[in-house]
């Protein structure tokens, strides 16, 4: 992280929020002390609530105390509430003045929509969601044009409405330098509970944006480092009104973004997607563990598999059924063909992105259907697909071209109805044409599925 600063000289003011014991700090201090940077004088501003901490991080910074013109400022005030004061001219408030550059480990924490911070940062015109995001968004806000922002964070700010405008802010201020991607969940940061991939953003504030460094690597010993430049258009495309932020794996385009036949909205084919409305807790005095008169299938992600739809399934921990009646039934399907995509994959799986088809038959003659809340559902005005449609759109979402552009914006365990919604898919002929072929194969391979979409979208 000290590393994707870019040489300067002057005098630097260094922001440190949520400091910890100091690591990044003493990383950046350390690439001074030995020429990386050429600074007449470093001030820096550590925030850190835990005050048992402080001498933590009074003993890190001890040793740069005789390197050149050096100040380090312990803060224990909480850094939301001291910045927006700031920003805002607070007469009450401690003065601070803007930086040059920031290092941040932000903390990761959800705040509810009436908390003090989130009524604090609204005041200085910054809507978001988590600390994280809050924290970069005031270190930009606090920074002096040109002043440098690097920052290790959960990738979820990439996509999604939650983040929208917490994006906007950062891309409306600041370009894009750098973005180095740690693509295992697991390895990074083992001891952390967050079910996304990390990244380490490099901002430059009112920076003229071009090309964007692009580096990942499998965890934080950097062995498998490969690193690729991009233009700005693949980052953040010119078109996404919701600006989601992209993250290249190589300079290729893939089939994609390639390919003039895969430009088609939802809306353009005549489809909706859905999440399953089925929420199981809410529901639970109508939920069956095995078919009974008066109930219809309840289906969750455990009846899909790549053999198809197995139901019902002898399982003490999933329902199989749900009673149908005045209460439930908006809460139902009618039965049909219907793609469906689980919302949730596990931590290392193959592909983000996993697509079903819902069979009738194996229903018998049920009338309707429940999707359970982990699913989202493919439809046409809440009814089914024709079956050579439901089929080759659960191809299509399964190739490795839309797992590789679904990866490049989503991060994290969660498919949403809204990352499906603006996708674009092949037209209806396409996807037709699709299912025709695969109701005549056998089983398939990921190679035979990749190989036939880049035939009929070429």
Known sequence: MAGLFPDSGGFCRLLDAGAGIGSLSAAFLEKWRNGGFHFRGVELDAFEIDRTLHPHLAQTFVKYRDHGDFIANIRDDDFIHAATEALSGDLFSQPLECYTHAILNPPYKKMSSRSAHRLALRRVGIETVNLYSAFVALAVAMTVPAGQIVAIIPRSFCNGPYYRPFRK??????????MH?????????????VLQENIIIGLERCGQQGLVTVSTSSNDTFSDLVTHEHPYERIVFPDDPERFIHVPSSPEKNALEQSPAIRYTLGDLGLKVSTGPVVDFRLKPYLRGMPEPGTVPLLYPVHFSSSGTTWPIDSKKKPNAIVRDADTEKWLYPSGFYCVVRRFSSKEERHRIVASVVEPVAFGDAPMLGFENHLNLFHENKHGLPERLARGLSVFLNTSAVDDSFRRYNGHTQVNAT????????????????????????????????????????
């Open 169 to 178: 802010f950062i891309l409306d201020r600041a370009a894009i330098r750098h």
């Open 419 to 458: 990352d499906l919604k603006r996708m674009k898919y092949p037209n209806r002929e396409i996807l037709i044409e699709l299912g025709d072929w695969v109701m005549q194969q056998g089983e398939l391979t990921q190679t035979e599925i990749d190989a036939k979409l880049a035939a009929l979208v070429e």
């Open 181 to 193: 991607l740690f693509e295992s969940r697991c390895q990074a940061f083992k001891d952390d509970a």
